[in-house]
Structures are given as C-alpha cells and as structure tokens.
C-alpha cells in the first residue's frame, strides 16, 4: 500500500525555522517527482515546491522562493523541506503529495496526513 | 503565479447536476491538458477525481466528469449525492515544474 507520512510541524515564532520530513513506503520512490503543497486553516491549496526524481531539478511558488528548500534522500524513501524565515501566512497543513505517473506535470493520486506548521509569537 | 478563479460556492439537489468551472490563462489551463480535480471532506486529504482534464482515476464513479475550453475547464457532477457535498479544487500545470490551484468552490448538497 502506498503511504507517505509527514512530520516535523509545529509552533515557531516569525523569523524561525523547521524541518519538515515526508517518509514514503509502498513504491519506488526513487522513479517519482514528489512536491509539498500546502492548506492555510479555512483556506485552499497551494502548490509549494516540487523536486525530481534524483533532486537535482527543483522548483517553488515565489511566495517560498529564497525561504524554503525542498530535498530528498532516495536511500531513506524520505522527502524533506527546511522551514526558513517563517512568516505567519505560512501557517497552514503541509501535505506530502505524489504524483500518479512519474513525471512532473502529473497530478497527485497519493496524499500524507499532512503536518500542521503555525508561525506564531 | 495567481491563483485559478472557481466559484465561491455552488449547490444542488440530490439527483441534479452542477457544474464548477476553473478558468485560467493561456499560460496554464489554456496551455497544457494536465488540468485535475480533487474532492476534499472536512478534516481529509484532497482525492483525486479527475486527470488530464476528463480522465477518471480507478474507482471514481462516473458521475464525475471534466471538460476544457479555452482557458477555463469545468467539473460536472450529475446524479448529485449527499456524500459529495466537500471543498472541490482545479489544479493546472503552469510550465517550468510547476502547479497552480484553483481556490477551491464548497459544494453543498
């Protein structure tokens, strides 16, 4: 069974910083773009950053650009994305997102529970 | 990188149909066929409904469909039922690896 599995959300003051993990199982991830997309409380989605399948290709909304940086270890089935300079509309629930084919374009057939991030003094 | 306009809200009577519409530019829904559509409940991860614009993924009952023209696509779902009142959101790829999504239309049945 396909899984993907978030963790690392949390309370953070402004300007503070998080490691947000993603450990996949049921599928070669190694053969999958993978990305974050993210959920404000009450609000819609949005597409945060994507990353190929041997990260060397990498790709973010301009709301995350120069804050956030999306990586992936395909010997661990793991994805991550470090947190920086948070802001408070950054506060939303940060989904692990496969794609249902593997390329990049491909919409997402297999969701985590998602992790709840809140940027908060 | 704005958002793909959906209706706020649309609603229906069990049995009937409706129709969300997601309209973009030329640059995302009017560019590529890899528009989608996903349900999501309250408190649920967003479920893939629709693929490259009018494809169903396995298990999707067929009351679901999609279309595009131009730049806007549309989901139709007829034969209305209780359990799809949910948030239902378009999402486009927009070039250079990257996605945009409608801002979600709230469905109640």
């Known amino acids: 069974e396909v899984e993907l599995v978030e963790s690392g959300g949390g309370l953070v003051q402004p300007g503070g910083s998080l490691r947000l993990s993603c450990a996949a199982s049921g599928f070669t991830f190694d053969t999958f773009y993978m990305s974050w997309v993210r959920q404000a409380p009450g609000k819609g989605l949005e597409w945060v950053a994507n990353i190929n399948q041997d990260g060397s290709e990498k790709s973010y909304v301009d709301a995350v650009k120069g804050r956030f940086t999306i990586s992936r270890d395909n010997a661990k089935n793991s994805l991550f994305m470090q947190l920086n300079s948070l802001r408070a509309e950054d506060t939303a629930v940060y989904y692990c997102a496969r794609p249902r084919a593997p390329r990049v374009a491909d919409p997402y057939d297999c969701w985590g529970q998602g992790t709840l991030v809140t940027v908060s003094s | 990188q704005s958002a793909l306009t959906q209706p706020r809200s649309v609603s229906g009577s069990p049995g009937q149909s409706v129709t969300i519409s997601c309209t973009g530019t030329s640059s995302d829904v009017g560019r590529y066929n890899y528009v989608s559509w996903y349900q999501q409940h309250p408190g649920k991860a967003p479920k893939l409904i629709i693929y490259?614009?009018?494809n169903r993924p396995s298990g999707v009952p067929d009351r679901f469909s999609g279309s595009k023209s131009g730049n806007t696509a549309s989901l139709t779902i007829s034969g209305l039922q209780a359990e799809d009142e949910a948030d239902y959101y378009c999402c486009s790829y927009a070039g250079s690896y990257t996605m945009i999504f409608g801002g979600g239309t709230k469905l109640t049945v």
């Open positions: 490259a614009v009018n």
